[in-house]
C-alpha cells in the first residue's frame, strides 16, 4: 500500500491514520482537534506555525488545534521503512480525562511510547496510550519564559483577520475577492496572512476549502458534489489535493466512516 490508512474510531470520535509513504508531503493545513503522534520509523520534517521541527524515530508530536503545519516523512539512511502514527483528539476529551495539553506544539524523546505506537488497534488501545503520552508531552512542552513578549497582532490586524475569515466562511475563494470583500489591498492581505497565519492567501484559501472538504464527506456528502462545492476543477483534482493535505483520499474517509457504522449500527460516528 502506498499512502496513508484512515480510521474512525468510536469512543470519542477518535481519528487515527498511519503513514507509511516514503516522501510523502503535506500542503499548509490545520485540525480542528489536537494532533498527538509518534514517529515510529524513519523521520518527519515539518514547519509547525512557521517554526521547523525535525521529528525522528523515538520522537512523541503534538500540534495544538488550529495551528497550521506541514510535514514530509523521509526514511532514515539505515531502513527503508517509515511509519508516523497520528491520533487526532476532540479537546474535550483532553479535558474530560482529566489531563492537560502540552503549553505548545512540539516534540519530545519517548522512544518505548513510540514504539507502543505501531501496535495501535483498538479505541481502548488509543486511549491508553494517549493517557501516557499526552503528560509526557506536557511535561516536555511548557510554556516558555519569553512567550510573554512574543508579539501579537494589533487590533486592526485582528480586526482584519476577522473579516478574512468571514469572507471565507461566506464562501469567498479567491484572493481578489477576499481584498475586496475585506477592503484592503492584495499586498496588505499578503502580508498579514503570511506573518499571522504563516500562509499565503491562495494556500490559506486551498486550505480552508480542503478543511471544509473534509468536513462535509464526514458529513456524508458525495466526493463529487463536495469537490463541486468546495470549488475544484473535477473530482480528481479533489483528491489529489485533499491526498497531499491529509496523507489518503476522500474515498479512504468514506470508507473509515462506513466500516465505523456498520461496526456500531445506529450510534453516531
Known sequence: MNRSEV????????????????????????????SFGAVVEGECRSSVAGRSILARAGDLIAIAPGIVHTGALTAHSNSASVLVMMLYVPVGWVEQTG??????????RAPALASEARHLCSPEAA???L?????????????????????VPSEAVRALLGRVQSAVLGGEQTVAGLAIRCNV?????????????????ADYLRAVRLHRAKQMVLSGESVAAVAADCGF???????????????YTPGDLVQASLQQATALPGQRH
Open 233 to 247: 476543477a473535477d473530482q480528481a483534482h479533489f483528491t489529489r489535493w485533499f491526498r497531499r493535505t491529509f496523507g
Open 127 to 129: 486511549q491508553a496510550w
Open 99 to 108: 489531563l492537560t495539553g502540552p503549553a505548545c506544539s512540539g516534540l519530545t
Open 185 to 201: 489591498s492584495r499586498e496588505r492581505i499578503h502580508r498579514v496572512l503570511t506573518q499571522w497565519i504563516g500562509m499565503a492567501p
Open 7 to 34: 480510521r474512525r474510531l468510536r469512543v470519542f470520535d477518535l481519528e487515527q491514520v498511519r503513514h507509511h509513504q516514503d516522501g510523502q508531503e503535506w500542503i499548509p493545513h490545520w485540525h480542528d482537534e489536537w
Open 131 to 151: 493517557r501516557q503520552a499526552v503528560p509526557a508531552l506536557a511535561r516536555a512542552l511548557r510554556p516558555q519564559p519569553s512567550a510573554a513578549s512574543e508579539a
